[in-house]
Nanobody, 121 residues
Framework: QVQLVESGGGSVQAGGSLRLSCAAS????????MAWFRQAPGKEREFVAA????????AYADSVKGRFTISRDKAKNTGSLQMNSLKAEDTAVYYC??????????????WGQGTQVTVSS
């Protein structure tokens, strides 16, 4: 069982930056891929970025590529999402997830409670 807790959300103006963090409760976090998903009001949850167990493999949604960077620290059981050049359309609740999947939300077993990111234009 892995519990995930996100932090770092908030409100920022377009063009600004935020860094989201995800703290995992168990060392078994290191055996899982980690991802960030987001859900805007009235929309389905969508993939943002993923990072493999070793931290060497990463993937990004086209909409965030070049602006967001996913990373993880296996020694500290943490993960992060650095978000730069934020746009109004990035406004959503962001979720950290751990599991054996990659792009599909259904393939992740553990989820955090979410953190709100609001970008004003």
């Amino acid at each position: 069982q892995v519990q995930l807790v996100e932090s770092g959300g908030g409100s920022v103006q377009a063009g600004g930056s935020l860094r989201l963090s995800c703290a995992a409760s168990a060392r078994t976090f290191s055996v899982y891929n980690m991802a960030w998903f987001r859900q805007a009001p009235g929309k389905e949850r969508e993939f943002v970025a993923a990072i493999g167990r070793s931290g060497q493999s990463t993937a990004y949604a086209d909409s965030v590529k070049g602006r967001f960077t996913i990373s993880r620290d296996k020694a500290k059981n943490t993960g992060s999402l650095q978000m730069n050049s934020l746009k109004a359309e990035d406004t959503a609740v962001y979720y950290c997830a751990a599991g054996r999947g990659w792009y599909s939300a259904a393939s992740y077993d553990y989820w955090g409670q979410g953190t709100q990111v609001t970008v004003s234009s």
